[in-house]
């Protein structure tokens, strides 16, 4: 009798093999691993809220995933020089009242790689506390969507943390894809960042590095607060479009190099506020409503080399006029064909200043709905009718505006050509075409 | 059916149907030569808008102008007195006219955009529900502008009459209305902003942007202020459905009662 119940007890644990199981397995097997040692994980669910308190590397292929229990980190790294790979983690902690913030992963030392690794269900996607010179590469964070604010967190959060490397992640659907906080000296490249309320986020962050990723589909592009000295480069902007949304928002925010990014169909491509000495340059500012909104309370940027063109409003001064440069050393920014400009001298200069000015500028600061006009074409109409009765003020005067270089569109003129050809045929053979699709069955 | 036939037959024969339909393929083709350098992900999206941006400078003033020539048609063929003689009130041959007209109108520019998302699944993300947000949105304008033209072509006794009309209730919407509403806007409160939000969404062309902007997800009107929350106190699909409701019914009750028999070139 006892044989047979020892039997069923050994019995009954294969078949009840379910993840709290795995789980003591795993974080057994993860503390009596030695120092530097693979653990590769199947193809199967382990419970989370595991502590990895050594230098390892937790492999899993792409159907693993460690679930938690939806009341902590489902991983926390504790050691340096831990890689986590190549899985799925899910279900950490959502509450707001508990002592920490709780995230999927949450690292706590320096020199640790994540990569290849999905999350959602969770607060914060993944959490770097003063966690220095980690590497997070393609991980991918799914959140709430972006009308949940308060009861979600970021996708990756940076909190005290410095030179770390963020690169090819993709954050859709969390409060701030990307959320900077004391940070120093981070290097961002390519990650995607979509439908979050900003997809970068950045407090009291200063020297960090962004090169190549693209903000869709955000309540705000960017928003860089109180952060000095960072350097943002061929960045994507696109569709930031929400009512009072932006591409970039620069606050508080001093000696940023902003070069060669694309802000494109945004509520306003670059707001900036309170914020001085930024360079703008070579950036494609085209088709947001209003291109740049620069506020009074800030001072000496300069815009040089921009392509801003086919903006609803190329540029407004809000709260009357700040000193800032549109042009460094002779060389100013192309505006399209916003202003009719003549180059004479063909030296890629126009030969007058171009100087725009507005009447929009007083409704936009006093009241919030005239946003909703900004693609309406009797806004047209309304700056026509200001300039005439001269209720108008300067906006911005580009002394050394550049001139269009680019070369027609032969291809697009050869498709309007074709286009007329074939509607010429059209109409002239209509007849032929009436007898077969009205079959009347006589001649017109 | 008749009707439907009917007007299917004079408008192929007619140069309106087929330079709407022109206009419309030229500006999609231009357009998406103009995009396919766009990115897979959000090409289709910046398409769209930039196609609605450029089509809504055509469509309202064409289906204004065809909707009053084909009800002016019957007064100058003489087939409405016809008609109105022999077994039909003005009422019952306007609803079956404006029937016929909105079928031959918006169907073949329906099929145009359904053989246009073949290239746009070649070029692009294509989501089809962002798609039928676009096409619903094209077909509303069209239905819309559709009926204010049989209205002008009922109360016209004249073309001059009509194209003066035609012009003018597009300047109207177009132009004026939002224009008189930026007038005003900077004494919009928290108390008459309803008001005013009624004023803008009875301009079709805003409720029918704004559904479309919404519906495809590029704007959102999450975490809004007290008075852009009270300014959209609706969906902004209802809105433009009671716009729509709204200018339909009313140019419809006013062909009815302000019609004229009689037309002359």
Known sequence: MKKILWLLLLFS???????????????????????????????????????????????????????????????????????????????????????????????????????????????????????????????????????????????????????????????????????????????????????????????????????????????????????????????????????????????????????????????????????????????????????????????????????????????????????????????????????????????????????????????????????LFLKSPAIKVYEKMNQLMDNEKTMFEDQHPLTDSEKPNFYLSGLVIFAVIISAIIVKRRKLLCISFGRNGRKI | MYFVWKEWKENIRGKGLWLAIGTIILVSALLLVRSTSLSYDQGLYILLINLFDTLIYFIPILYLFMGAFSIFQEKEQKTLVMLLTRQESYWTFLAKKSLGMHLVLIVPVMIWFFLFLVPLKLYFKADIGTYLVFVLSMVALMLVFTQIGALVGSISRSRMQIAGMAVIIWFYFFFLHDFALLSMIQGVNHDNVKLFSIAYFLNPIQAVRLYLETGVGIYSFGHMSRLLKSFMWLQPGAFLGASLMFWVAIAFISSGLLHRKEGFE
């Open chain 1, 13 to 371: 644990a294969f078949i009840f093999t379910e993840k709290g199981t795995a789980a003591e397995n795993l974080q057994a097997v993860i503390n009596s691993a030695k120092d530097g040692s693979v653990i590769k994980l199947e193809d199967k669910i382990y419970a989370g809220n595991i502590v990895i308190d050594k230098p390892l590397t937790l492999m899993g292929t792409n159907e693993t995933l460690i679930e938690g229990d939806g009341k902590g980190n489902v991983i926390s790294v504790r050691a340096p020089g831990v890689t986590i790979s190549d899985l799925k983690v899910s279900k950490g902690g959502m509450d707001r009242n508990s002592a920490e913030e709780y995230a999927a992963i949450k690292i706590y030392t320096d020199g640790n790689v994540l990569r290849n690794i999905g999350i959602d269900e969770s607060f914060h996607g993944i959490y770097l506390s003063k966690a220095h010179n980690n590497t997070i590469e393609n991980v991918r964070v799914k959140g709430l969507g972006k009308e949940e604010i308060a009861a979600q967190g970021n996708g990756l959060h940076v909190y005290y943390s410095n030179g770390n490397l963020l690169i090819n992640n993709y954050v859709v659907g969390t409060r701030d894809g990307m959320f900077f906080d004391y940070a120093n000296d981070n290097k961002v490249i390519g990650n995607e960042i979509t439908k979050t309320r900003y997809g970068l986020h950045f407090m009291y962050s200063d020297r960090n590095e962004f090169k190549n990723n693209i903000f869709t589909f955000n309540t705000g592009g960017a928003a860089i607060m109180h952060s000095n000295q960072l350097k943002l480069k061929n960045n994507q902007f696109i569709f930031n479009y929400g009512h009072r949304s932006f591409g970039l928002m620069l606050l508080s925010a001093n000696q940023n190099d902003i070069e060669n990014n694309t802000f494109y169909m945004n509520q306003r491509g670059l707001y900036i506020d309170q914020s001085t000495d930024n360079l703008i340059k070579s950036n494609q500012i085209f088709q947001n409503q209003i291109g740049i909104e620069l506020w009074a309370s800030s001072n000496e940027q300069v815009f040089t080399e921009n392509k801003i063109e086919e903006n609803t409003i190329p540029a407004v001064t809000l709260g009357g006029s700040g000193r800032n440069d549109w042009s460094q050393e002779g060389t100013g920014n192309n505006w399209g064909t916003s202003f009719p400009l003549l180059d004479l001298d063909q030296n890629g200069v126009g030969d007058s200043p171009a100087i725009y000015k507005s009447s929009l500028y007083e409704l936009i600061e006093d009241q919030e709905l005239v946003y």
